[in-house]
């Protein structure tokens, strides 16, 4: 069973909505407040950077600072899928996206920054922004 899966990709011209999907029945317990998913990108000849987290409980959250009031990350923890509400997409926000799962080491702790502190990783959607 593969742990994670992305859906939702695709292209769209800049001001346009995306909305992610990731699908997490493989890697995390519904029940797990310390669980953590996140969503991260990369784009060609460009490291792969944090897009936003959220934490089991719904309770610690992060944004990159480039997305910041135009991605919203929520999750469905009874039905176990992430999602990423893109909206007023630029160009620059072309990019694979990927949705990771893993845990924090305590209650109340910020989930993992990188992408290496995940366990779980999907195969990535493409996102492609037109001007």
């Known amino acids: 069973q593969v742990p994670l899966v992305e859906s939702g990709g695709g292209s769209v011209q800049a001001g346009g909505s995306l909305r992610l999907s990731c699908a997490a029945s493989?890697?995390?317990?519904?029940?797990?407040?310390?669980?953590?998913m996140g969503w991260f990108r990369q784009a060609p000849g460009k490291e792969r950077e944090g897009v936003a987290r959220?934490?089991?409980?719904?309770?610690?959250?992060y944004y990159a600072d480039s997305v910041k009031g135009r991605f919203t990350i929520s999750q469905d923890n009874a039905k176990k899928v992430l999602y990423l509400q893109m909206n007023s997409l630029k160009p620059e926000d072309t990019a694979m996206y990927y949705c990771?799962?893993?845990?924090?080491?305590?209650?109340?702790?910020?989930?993992?920054?990188?992408?290496?502190?995940?366990?779980?990783w999907g195969q990535g959607t493409q996102v492609t922004v037109s001007s």
């Open positions: 959220i934490s089991g409980d719904g309770r610690r959250l």
């Open positions: 990771a799962a893993g845990r924090r080491g305590w209650y109340g702790a910020p989930c993992p920054a990188l992408f290496g502190g995940y366990d779980y």
């Open positions: 493989g890697a995390i317990s519904s029940t797990d407040s310390n669980a953590c």
